[in-house]
């Protein structure tokens, strides 16, 4: 049985902070050696080959889970693997890409010299530089912008010259944090094509988002974090298909004395140009409503159960959290 890519266990962070406070808006107080839990004993794994989203809201502990995993800070305690083996080992950063949330470029490095002195940082060759530094500027969508200072890109191109960078060096995995933050809905779609493309190539992607819409899209699974504590953990589909919301049901020529019947136990009723929409929560009283409607002048258009949105269970699920 393989080795997960990633595997994490009871991992824990706890930060020590002084909190200085006023009393009587006057005299400081100083509260010493407060300790806050940016992470909770999490356990997952993540499997090569997948694109896996660690969802959250802000201060969930998402950034956190990344950082230890390369190795910019260290877990109070628990441990992590990466490939098998254990975190900070040289080899395993040989083959690993990562881009942070809130990456810092020299404004006045042109996007090809950019790339040319990180290539130098990961010890490539000047002939492998100057073959693959033109196929990552063609994958990102950056070849025209090559010969531009990053001072003059926007935020979506500098996300994409830093994906270029974090596979310089053909990654086994990437890690990304919120890549798609502050991005408006172009900028998001082109890092999704991105992050699709990297899988097509064999890489494996973690990354970190608040964005629902768009890790529904394009994860394989995903783990959900809330006050650093893990909520739940799988793919997508199982998560999800446990649980339909309710039932659609869309007809046209239906009689207006059922029209009312429907209506008043729909929790949504929309009419359209051709068609009334109707949208009931429980299953037996929406079947029986398709059987009305099969019997009589009307038309079923379509009868479709609706299961809930990634974004309607995690907020479900960290609502409970409050």
């Known amino acids: 049985m393989p080795v997960p890519i990633v595997q994490i266990r009871n991992l824990t962070k706890i930060y020590i902070r002084d909190v200085i406070g006023t009393e009587f808006g006057r005299l400081k107080i100083r509260l010493k050696n407060r300790k806050v839990a940016a992470l909770k004993s999490l356990t997952l794994d ?27 800070i260290f877990p109070t305690s628990g441990f992590a693997t990466l490939m098998g083996k254990p975190l900070g080992d040289k080899s395993v950063k040989a083959s690993i890409g990562f881009l942070p949330e809130n990456p810092y470029f020299y404004d006045y490095l042109k996007g090809y010299e950019f790339l040319n002195y990180y290539g130098q940082l990961y010890g490539m060759g000047a002939e492998k530089r100057r073959k693959k530094i033109p196929e990552l500027l063609e994958l990102v969508g950056l070849t025209s912008a090559a010969d531009l200072p990053l001072k003059g890109y926007s935020k979506g191109m500098l996300q994409r010259i830093g994906l270029a960078q974090a596979l310089l060096n053909d990654p086994r995995i990437v890690f990304l944090d919120e890549p798609q933050s502050g991005l408006d809905p172009f900028g998001r779609k082109e890092v999704r094509d991105l992050i699709l493309s990297l ?33 739940n953990v799988g793919a997508l589909d199982e998560i999800l298909s446990a649980r339909i919301k309710a039932y659609e049901i869309e007809a046209m020529d239906v009689p207006e004395a059922l029209v009312g019947e429907l209506e008043k136990i729909s929790v949504q009723f929309v009419r359209r140009t051709k068609t009334i929409l109707f949208v009931i929560e429980k299953e037996d009283l929406a079947e029986q409503m398709v059987k009305r409607i099969i019997n009589s002048p009307g038309r079923l258009v379509s009868y479709t159960p609706r299961r809930e949105t990634l974004e309607e269970y995690f907020i479900r699920n960290i609502e409970k959290q409050q």
């Open 199 to 231: 899988k097509e190539r064999g890489a494996t992607v973690f990354f970190s988002s608040h964005i629902l819409s768009d890790a529904e899209a394009i994860c394989d699974r995903v783990a959900i974090l809330s006050k650093g504590a893990l909520v």
């Open 46 to 72: 993540v499997n090569e080959g997948e694109i896996f989203g660690l969802l959250g809201p802000n201060g969930a502990g998402k950034t956190t889970v990344i950082k230890i995993l390369m190795g910019l």
